[in-house]
């Protein structure tokens, strides 16, 4: 019985062996793909070669002498049901092919031909989207808005959504402190829309015609917002995976910001000539107002004034911290801080009095230049380089056709 097992696992290892070596030769292409599909599939693609492998090896070492040992001696050669009704099923359709080589040929190769004429028709696209049941809601609006009209803002697209008979429940949460690892302004808001299950909703009515709906009620009751619809799970893990929120990004780099923020809203309006373009929007980087204090330093010689004053009173605008306030083994910063009155205004700024070592008071206006300009809301960077990004979701279209037209579109343009 031994030298049976070792002629056995010679007539089998070759073919065990160059079959478990295509397989592995299959996946290797996935351990090069990158960004979320990597993230997805690599792990998969290494625990099954890995797994083959060891496999491959114990089947022609360890298993014919385990076969030798734990084996019966007497081994009767039988088939089961299941077997002979395949073999009965598949003898007459083996020996028609093998009488008629040529026409099985040219059948394959039609079949193959007509396959890919068919896939040619077909829209690419790497996961297909999963319908979570839910909404998630991006509104940005610009970025000097302040935190008071953010959040009656939202409290309205909220009043809004829930006239819609199909929408269960709505939460929003306006802004994220810079702390976190995903950093949101006040200018920004997340709505999270649950909506009534399918069999509660109006006969006819799909989830797209849904979102469609939204956008266009929004965008009549509660202008100044630009707005992206999406999915809750998707957004996040987009966002962790890609860093972006939507289902495709352009990063756009250099160095002038200007520059940047012109070709940026070049894409936004090249892309949306792309049929399948939804939410189309450019990150937002200028919009913040800045309070500009330029030092007339003939002046301050003048009056013998140190510029730190003048700097230290017009940084009283944001606050500034002049000491602490103990309450027993609590210590709290104690800040400074114009009244909103005078915040408002940068000529009630230029009013604020200086004292110079005379004694007299000498207005700021005298000793600075004051002037509110638009700045940068926040400068992104990718590899030390400014980077604007453009986003874009995809309705209605496959989304690798999407990609490869929006590509076109944008080196056209």
Known sequence: PLGVYRESAKEVGKPILFAGIIVIIVFIPILSLQGMEGKMFRPMAFVFMTALSS?????????????????????????????????????????FSML????????????????????????????????????????TRLPSISLE??????????????????????????????????????????????????????????????????????????????????QPIELRVQELVAGVRSDIGISLYGDDLEELKRKGDEIVVALNQVPGAADVQAQQIAGL????????????????????????????????????????????????????????????????KIEDPQGRQIPISQLAEITVEEGPVEISRDSIRRRILIQSNVRGRDLAGFVAEAQKVVERD
């Open 100 to 139: 008629r080589p040529g026409l099985m040929f040219f059948s394959s190769v039609a079949l193959f031909i007509f396959s890919v004429v068919m896939a040619a028709g077909f829209g690419l696209e790497f996961v297909p989207k999963l319908d979570e049941g839910d909404i998630a809601i991006q509104a």
């Open 289 to 352: 107002p800045y309070l500009r204090v330029i030092i007339r330093r003939e002046n301050l010689a003048r009056y013998g004034i140190n510029a730190r004053a003048v700097l230290d009173s017009v940084a009283t605008v944001g606050g500034m911290s002049v000491g602490q306030v103990f309450e027993g083994q609590r210590r709290f910063p104690l800040q400074v801080r114009l009244s909103p009155d005078w915040r408002k205004d940068a000529k009630r700024i230029a009013e604020l």
């Open 149 to 230: 009209t953010s959040i009656e803002m939202t409290k309205a697209i909220e009043r809004t959504l829930l006239e819609f008979p199909d929408v269960e429940t709505v939460v929003s949460k306006t802004g994220r402190p810079e702390i976190a690892n995903d950093p949101m302004g006040v200018y920004q808001t997340d709505i999270l829309v649950r909506l009534r299950p399918k069999s509660e909703w109006a006969e006819g009515v799909t989830k797209l015609q849904l979102i469609e709906g939204m956008q266009q009620k929004l965008e009549d009751q509660v202008p100044g917002n630009s707005y992206s619809f999406t």
């Open 55 to 95: 496999a491959l090896i114990m089947s022609v070492t360890v298993m014919p002498v385990m076969a030798s040992l734990f084996l019966a001696r007497q081994i009767k050669e039988r088939e089961t049901f299941l077997v002979r009704w395949i073999k009965h099923a598949y003898q007459p359709l083996l020996s």
